[in-house]
């Protein structure tokens, strides 16, 4: 397998997990007002995904592969809402960890990366179209 192919193959494994990124960013967003219905109820953790590089060592490919998606240890808000029927008996709820100006610069940068490894792409089809071009 040539390098091109290879810088390709890697970028779309990175444009992979770039997007499931973005798709759980946007759960985390989507789930930002999620609270618990009970007092003694939990409302929604943020999930946070971490990467890792492999190697396959047949075609010697480097792919980027999602490593694990975990929950946000970050502490829950809390709210004042005595009327909520997830309030303590001092008027709190439990609102989620999730932080919609942190979740929309995530949502910038795996876009941005996305958009790096795009263009990677489209460099190596058209170095690859130079080169058959020559050939001729």
Do not use: C, W
């Amino acid at each position: 397998m040539d390098e091109l192919s290879k810088s390709t193959q890697t970028a779309i494994s990175g444009m992979k997990v770039q997007s499931q990124r973005l798709r759980l960013i946007s759960e985390n967003l989507a789930n930002a007002d999620s609270l618990a219905q009970t007092p003694e109820g939990l409302p929604y953790r943020r999930k946070v995904m971490t990467f890792k590089n492999e190697l396959d060592r047949a075609t010697g490919i480097a792919q980027v592969k999602v490593d694990k998606v975990r929950g946000d240890s970050a502490e829950f808000q809390r709210r004042y809402d005595p009327k909520h029927p997830a309030a303590d008996r001092d008027g709190y709820v439990l609102a989620p960890n999730v932080n919609p100006l942190i979740e929309m610069m995530d949502m910038r940068e795996a876009q941005r990366s996305y958009e790096a490894n795009m263009n990677v792409i489209n460099t190596s089809r058209s170095l690859l179209s130079r080169t058959i071009e020559m050939l001729r």
